[in-house]
């Protein structure tokens, strides 16, 4: 069976200060990956998406990146973290077509001090 | 109109009723449907999906799809204190899915 996980679980960060955060997914081959934002009170705001290996989609334009260096591997970073960069960050998976929906990681609840 | 529309809440019922949430969505998120529940503080967890028109039901869970109305609906029959969550509505569009901001159901023992 297909497995995600995400981590760390919680993380607190200075202003300025590098972010990365990893998810792998297991089980599957050729996932579409993707990265969410929630925060506090807010929906899920879809942040990034890759298709495959190298191929990154940005949905919003802030001082996130993103990165897909083997199938299975998803990172979100930022070179310098800002106090609006707070939330509940999540990853997730489908197949191709997303045909049975997403499956969300564990998260990660960051907290930009 | 946004893509996905949910009232935000919360829904309060009380232990054994039936809630009923509601979804609205626009033309860019009209293929397949999907019901997510959130636990506060925990990611969101799949309870249903809807790829056609009318009822699909699963235990206690029922979901409807009108796609002339362009609504999405998630009934909880015989409703429970653990059913207290925020519940996710999303439609899939052309790459991606879509999610409402989610309403929060209360229930009350």
């Known amino acids: 069976s297909q497995t995600i996980h995400q981590w760390p679980a919680t993380l607190v960060q200075p202003v300025g200060s590098p972010l990365s955060l990893e998810c792998t997914v297991e089980?599957?081959?050729?996932?579409?990956l993707y990265w969410y934002r929630q925060a506090a009170g807010r929906g899920l705001q879809l942040l990034f998406y890759s298709v495959g290996i190298g191929q990154i989609s940005s949905e919003v334009p802030q001082n996130l990146s993103a990165s897909r260096p083997q199938d299975r591997q998803f990172i979100l970073s930022s070179k310098k973290l800002l106090l609006s960069d707070s939330g509940f960050y999540l990853c997730a998976w489908s197949d191709t077509v997303a045909v049975y929906g997403y499956t969300f990681g564990s998260g990660t609840r960051l907290t930009v001090v | 109109q946004k893509e996905v529309e949910q009232n935000s809440g919360p829904l309060s019922v009380p232990e054994g009723a039936i809630a009923s949430l509601n979804c609205t969505y626009s033309?860019?998120?009209?293929?397949?449907f999907f019901w997510y529940r959130q636990y506060s503080g925990k990611s969101p967890e799949l309870i249903m999906s809807?790829?056609?028109?009318g009822d699909k039901e699963d235990g206690r869970f029922t979901a409807q799809l009108n796609k002339a109305s362009q609504y999405v609906s998630l009934l909880i029959r015989d409703s429970q204190p653990s059913d207290s969550a925020t519940y996710l509505c999303a439609g899939a569009g052309y790459s991606t899915l879509t999610f409402g901001k989610g309403t929060m159901l209360l229930v009350s023992p």
């Open positions: 089980g599957t081959s050729n996932p579409n």
């Open positions: 033309d860019r998120v009209s293929q397949s």
């Open positions: 809807i790829y056609s028109n």
